[in-house]
Every structure is written in C-alpha cells, then in structure tokens.
C-alpha cells in the first residue's frame, strides 16, 4: 500500500528533490506532502513535479518555526496519517561568533533543531499508536563533526544527532524506524545563501587574526571544498529512498564516501585529538597539502560514483 511521506522545506534544494524522486517512483509507492514556508516560492517544485502534482504529490504550506501551521498541515492528511517523516528544512550560518547576533544564532537552532522537535510532536503519537513509523532526518556529516567557523550550525545539528540517538530506543519499543542522513557538501542554494551572507559579515567586531582566518583561509577555500566534494540534491534524493525502502534501515547513514575517512578520525581517538589536530594541520600549517589534497580528492570522485552506483545495483 501508498505511504503517506511528509517532508519540510520543498521549495528549493534537497527537500525539492526528495520530493520529486518519490512522486516519480514507477511503483507509486509514495503519497508524497511536500510542504514549504512559503507558497509562493512553489513555482520550482510545481515545475520538477510535472504530472505527479496532484496525483503522487501534494503541497502543502508548513513553517517548521509554527507550531499551529505544523498542526493544520497534518490535519489537513487523510487520517493524519503520516508513514514516512522527512525533517528536511534547515538554516546555515558560517564565521566567526563575534559577527553574529544571539538572535541569528537562536534562529538556527529554532529551525534545525526545534523546527524537527516541533514535527516529531505532532506525528509520534500516532507513530506510537500505529505501531509504524519511519522518522527521517536530514542531518549532516556536521552532525558528527564539528567545522571551523561552523559553531553554531554544527551545534544545531549535533542537538539533533544528540536528540535522535536518546529517542532511538523508545522509538523501537513501539517499531518505529529513525534514521539520520548525513551528506557531506551538497551544491544547493543553501551553500550560495551561506557563502554570501559569510562573505557579508562585519569584520570589524572581530581581531585581525581571525578575520584572516575567516576571509583567507576558510572562504578562499570554500568553494574549492564545494567542487571537489560537492554533491547534487539529486544523489542525496537517491540516498533517501535507497534508506526508506530498506526493512532495517540504519540509524545513521552518510552520502559521501569521500568524506567517511574524515568523520573516521574522531571514533579513532577516544580523547578526541585526533580530528582537530588533523583539521588544524590541514589547514594552517600545510595549506600547499590541503591544495593537493584537494586535487586528489577531485581525482577520487570517480569512486563514490561507483560507490553509488554499487547501492543502484542492490536496489534493484
Ligand atoms: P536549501 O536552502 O535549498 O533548503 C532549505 C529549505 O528549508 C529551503 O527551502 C527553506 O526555505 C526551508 N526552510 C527554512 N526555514 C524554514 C521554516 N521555518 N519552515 C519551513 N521551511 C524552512 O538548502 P539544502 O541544502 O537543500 O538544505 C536542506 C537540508 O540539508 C538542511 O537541513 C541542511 O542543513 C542540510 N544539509 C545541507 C548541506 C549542503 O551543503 N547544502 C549539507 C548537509 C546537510
């Protein structure tokens, strides 16, 4: 039978992508609610879902951040049922903490963090009663690990990781599956967003030091990062369904093989050295290492083609 699948923030990047996967899936195995703050920015999704819309998708308006528009959205499903969760909307934020204000910082986590919270409240119950769940989130290999003049974005998704692993085993008590979904880089609108208004922090709040810090060492490579290990909303689409179509999905499940030796080093060292020495080496000290690495990682991307192209294979 149809599951019902509810995701947040469709109106552009990952969540629009996830969205039009499932509704286009040739066994219309997926009833998909896409749902987005803001209708108005529905026109990229109307356009991506083709003919699916209003027969394998719905829009929906959600904010993640309002409790009532979360409420009348799952009122407005038949049954309120919802079978699969995709917690998908999410804020970044990148420099350096004196730039940014306590009320910036407090909206990232309200949306990253709360904006999941208030989600899971208003459909556990019926998960509960049910029986049957999947819960979903979009997290990020930030979620594990901690990236320069990331604190607080970092922080967002660590409460969620933090969150997820204290509700898992409740939530096998009742059957219900959580998984989280960890991409490393993705090319989206978010990466621009983020890499502009970093760009447009007021660096005179801050010391020299870290200005440069900020300004020429971590944007300059910002998008050098992005290219080399960047991937598409479409390939982390892919990894969503291959993960809600498992009978045992994982707990946690990262998109980027290039990127697991990396989130590796902190499960290498209990005292927890070990990934900021590394961090702080491959940055700093060697920056002619990490433009090589770079490069060498640009000739690896071969490899999580295949890789992937090894997870179409057990699909099928
Ligand atoms: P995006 O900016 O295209 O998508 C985020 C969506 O969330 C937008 O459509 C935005 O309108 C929506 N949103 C923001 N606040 C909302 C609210 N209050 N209510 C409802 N929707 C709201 O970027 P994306 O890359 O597709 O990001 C999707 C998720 O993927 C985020 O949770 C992000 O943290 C995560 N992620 C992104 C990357 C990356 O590099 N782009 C990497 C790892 C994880």
């Known amino acids: 039978s149809q599951k019902a699948v509810l995701i947040s923030g469709c109106s552009s990047g990952i969540g629009l992508a996830i969205a039009v996967l499932l509704a286009k899936d040739e066994k219309k195995r997926f009833m998909v609610y896409a749902t987005m703050r803001n209708l108005a920015k529905q026109e990229a999704l109307v356009e991506a879902a083709g003919r699916t819309l209003g027969q394998t998708l719905e829009i929906r308006q959600m904010d993640v951040c309002d409790e009532k528009s979360i409420k009348e ?19 970044g934020l990148v420099g350096p903490i004196e730039c940014q204000s306590i009320e910036e910082m407090q909206s990232v986590m309200n949306t990253n963090f709360f904006g999941f919270v208030r989600l899971l409240k208003e459909v556990l119950p019926d998960m509960k009663m049910r029986k049957s769940g999947h819960i979903v989130v979009i ?3 930030m979620g594990i690990q901690g990236i320069l003049f990331n604190d607080i974005y970092a922080a967002s998704k660590f409460a969620v990781e933090g969150f997820c692993e204290s509700m898992a085993v409740q939530a096998m008590r009742f059957k219900l599956h959580i998984s989280l979904i960890e991409p490393g880089p993705v090319i989206t609108d978010f990466e621009h967003k983020v890499y502009e208004e970093g760009m447009k922090s007021d660096m005179s709040k801050v010391d020299s030091v870290t200005a440069d810090m900020f300004l020429n060492i971590y944007m300059r490579h910002w998008t050098q990062i992005f ?5 598409t909303p479409e390939v982390i689409a892919e990894h969503t369904l291959k993960i809600i179509t498992m009978d045992n999905p994982p707990f946690r499940h990262q998109t980027n093989t290039l990127y697991t030796p990396v989130t590796t080093l902190k499960y290498a060292d209990p005292n927890g050295d ?10 700093f000290e060697h920056d002619k290492v ?3 690495s770079l490069n060498f990682l640009k000739l690896l991307r071969w490899r999580s083609r295949k890789s992937f192209s090894s997870l179409e294979k057990d699909k099928s």
């Open 274 to 283: 070990l990934p900021i020495d590394t961090f702080y080496k491959v940055v």
């Open 227 to 231: 290219e080399s290990l960047g991937q």
């Open 139 to 141: 997290s990020s290999v």
């Open 73 to 91: 959205c799952v009122d407005s499903l038949p049954d309120r049922r919802v079978d699969i969760l995709i917690s998908n909307a999410g804020l």
């Open 290 to 292: 990490f433009s090589a």
